[in-house]
């Protein structure tokens, strides 16, 4: 296997992550990505066998699991109920339990909400150049999770700084600080939850936490930690990735001056796919093997790891005619963005209704939307978004 180097956080691989995946890609699907010390798998085809592959998975194997740093306990006590982190049965029993919640239609039923809200943040556009990040890709996000769950909309601001601080530990330019920090904001944020939901056993609603608390005092199906991180979980993992989606997809809709037509009601969902394959918000996740076994060429043992490039499948040549190229009118075929398997992401048709709402109406009500400086993406590898998006509308 072709041995590649390549830091995470080289600046202009942060900027440009595709080159170096093409520099890789005649080597093989698999090649042993030196920095991280695992082969990555760089095909379309690789990317799902590996996601669909049960002999792999994400939680790491009981008798080769590493005691963690004391400091850390608050953020692996939440981690630890965490169905991402997880493989059946408990898997299975968490992300049942969540689906309900995630039925096409309860996820229909936001539309409007969607639309209201896009409306709203539009109205709130400053004149001259302003970042559109947090004017417009995250607070969307942000409410329609918190509404969706039956959380307070006003918490949105804290969830986006105590999710910021614990998403960063899953990037390469980890510290000690960021360690301190993440675990800061998983006690503040565990104890906020905890609180909020003592708060509504009194007062049952129609919303996702109000079906997760009766689960909980059913007794057998939630345990009560289990409860707080699955509201965690949805909470960060409902909005980071549709943030960065958004920030990406209006970068590159300005960047290839898109035509208007490709925001229209029949062509809407194929500009969504084309975007997430583009420019997906999430480059890689990684899988541990549970038995001896051969894949390209490479053994693996019990406890190895592997590397799912997900930016790096989305522009196979071998699976996408012209895959470099962006083009909002081709069919769209799967793509890697939201995974594959058991985790494939919960939060797909929420995500995809968001942006197939969120982006024409951006472009209607602001046709002269432009960008008023090159757009600059942020150090957060394996995350893919940008540092900030200043546009003119
Ligand atoms: C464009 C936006 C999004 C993208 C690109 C995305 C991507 C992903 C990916 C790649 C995974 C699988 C990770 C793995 O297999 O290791 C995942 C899992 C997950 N996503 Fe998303 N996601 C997005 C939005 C959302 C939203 C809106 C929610 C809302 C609840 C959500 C909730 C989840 C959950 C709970 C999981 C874990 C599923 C499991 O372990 O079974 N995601 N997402």
């Not at 109406?361 to 200043?390: K, M, T, V, W």
Request: glycine share 4%; hydrophobic share 40%.
């Amino acid at each position: 296997m072709k041995s590649m180097r390549q830091s995470p956080t080289d600046p202009a691989f942060v900027q440009n992550p595709y080159a170096f995946y093409e520099e890789a890609r005649p080597h093989g699907p698999l090649v042993w990505w030196k920095e991280y010390g695992m082969p990555a798998a760089l095909s379309q085809d690789l990317v799902q066998a590996l996601f669909k592959d049960r002999r792999f998975g994400r939680e790491v194997p009981a008798e080769l699991a590493q005691p963690h740093a004391a400091h850390l306990d608050p953020f692996y006590t939440i981690e630890a109920h965490s169905m991402l982190e997880l493989e059946p049965p408990r898997h299975t029993r968490l992300r049942s339990l969540v689906l309900r919640a995630f039925t096409t239609r309860q996820i229909q039923a936001m539309r409007d909400d969607i639309h209201a809200l896009c409306h709203d943040l539009i109205d709130a556009f400053p004149k001259g150049p302003f970042d559109l990040i947090p004017a417009y890709a995250a607070p969307l996000p942000v409410a329609i999770i918190c509404r969706l769950l039956g959380f307070p909309e006003a918490m949105g601001e804290q969830l986006l700084l105590w999710s910021n601080d614990m998403v960063a530990m899953y990037q390469a330019r980890r510290t000690r600080e960021i360690e301190d920090r993440a675990a800061q904001a998983s006690t503040e944020f565990a104890d906020f939850v905890r609180s909020y939901i003592d708060q509504r056993r009194a007062n049952p609603s129609d919303d996702l936490l109000t079906q997760l608390i009766a689960a909980e005092e059913d007794g057998e199906k939630l345990s009560t930690d289990e409860l707080v991180t699955t509201c965690i979980l949805l909470l960060n993992a409902g909005h980071e990735a549709t943030v960065h989606s958004l920030g990406n997809g209006v970068k590159t809709l300005l960047e290839h001056q898109t035509p208007i037509e490709a925001y229209a009601p029949d062509r809407i969902d194929r500009t969504v796919e084309e975007i997430l394959r583009y420019d997906p918000p999430l480059h890689m996740f990684t899988r541990h093997a549970y038995e001896p076994v051969e894949i390209a060429g490479h053994q693996f043992k019990r406890g190895d790891q592997v590397a799912l490039l997900l930016g790096a499948a989305n522009r196979d040549p071998l699976a996408y005619e012209d895959a470099q190229s962006f083009d909002t009118t081709r069919a769209p075929l799967k793509n890697a963005a939201f995974g594959g398997g058991l985790h494939f992401c919960v939060g797909a048709p929420l995500a995809r209704l968001e942006l197939q709402i969120a982006l024409p109406i951006l472009f209607e009500r602001c046709p002269n939307l432009s960008l008023a400086e090159a757009p600059q993406y942020a150090n957060l590898y394996h995350f893919h978004g940008l540092d900030r998006l200043l546009v003119t509308s």
